[in-house]
């Protein structure tokens, strides 16, 4: 069974910072490519970044500069970096493992930035 786990939202102060982990099961994290997604309430799903597995990282333009995606092979894990937080930030934050053309998803986690 594959399983792809968040954790580390919270609410953060505007202008503050929060990193997210995801760990996903070993038998599929070194050959995927991971990903953050976000949705808010009333939006539809949205890619935040990317890691793949050799390394490179994509980014949507309203993070870039701000948030740092990595991960971890030793570890099964990818983590999420955001710092400078905005209000528009608050999503809550999935998690994704593609394999193989599969995807697998965590069960997200809720990033609320306010004062």
């Known amino acids: 069974q594959v399983q792809v786990v968040e954790s580390g939202g919270g609410l953060v102060q505007p202008g503050g910072s929060l990193k997210l982990s995801c760990a996903a099961s070993?038998?599929?994290?070194?050959?995927?490519?991971m990903g953050w997604y976000r949705q808010a309430p009333g939006k539809q799903r949205e890619l935040v970044a990317m890691?793949?597995?050799?390394?490179?990282?994509n980014y949507a333009d309203s993070v870039k500069g701000r948030f740092t995606i990595s991960r971890d092979n030793a570890m099964n894990t990818v983590y999420l970096q955001m710092n400078s937080l905005k209000p528009e930030d608050t999503a809550v934050y999935y998690c994704?493992?593609?394999?193989?053309?599969?995807?697998?998803w965590g069960q997200g986690t809720q990033v609320t930035v306010s004062s």
């Open positions: 070993r038998s599929i994290f070194s050959r995927s490519a």
């Open positions: 994704n493992a593609n394999a193989y053309s599969i995807n697998y």
């Open positions: 890691i793949f597995s050799g390394g490179s990282t």
